[in-house]
């Protein structure tokens, strides 16, 4: 199910354009529009979820099969060797700023700590 005001349902159904690195049933992928790093990837449910807050056990599958096409992305991108950064952002406080589940993956250059 998409919600119709959300922007991230809007790429999903494909109203707004994206430039899409990884499709299948269940989760999308594609580079954010403000990269934070060279490689900046967001990775999304198709499902809307308003955040990992919302996530119940019966996304359990969903939320691994997230990460592992993450992990593929990560590869696809040559960050294997180098490393990258996965993050889930939740909340106001959290920095989340789209209200859709997302996974952030940053890589192509050394990533500090805390991040500023």
């Not at 790429?11 to 060279?38: C, Q």
Request: glycine residues 10%; negative net charge; charged residues 25%.
């Amino acid at each position: 199910m998409v919600a119709k005001e959300c922007l991230f349902c809007k790429i999903v159904t494909g109203d707004i354009p994206a430039d899409v690195v990884y499709s299948d049933d269940d989760v999308l992928a594609f580079r954010d529009i403000n990269p934070r790093a060279p490689i900046h990837v967001l990775v999304i449910p198709k499902e809307h979820l308003d955040s990992l807050a919302s996530v119940a056990d019966e996304h359990r599958d969903l939320m691994g099969h997230i990460m592992l096409v993450a992990r593929e992305i990560a590869k696809d991108e040559g960050l294997g060797p180098s490393g990258y950064r996965t993050v889930i952002n939740v909340g106001v406080d959290g920095g989340q700023t789209v209200q859709h589940l997302h996974l952030h993956l940053l890589g192509g250059r050394a990533l500090r700590w805390p991040p500023g």
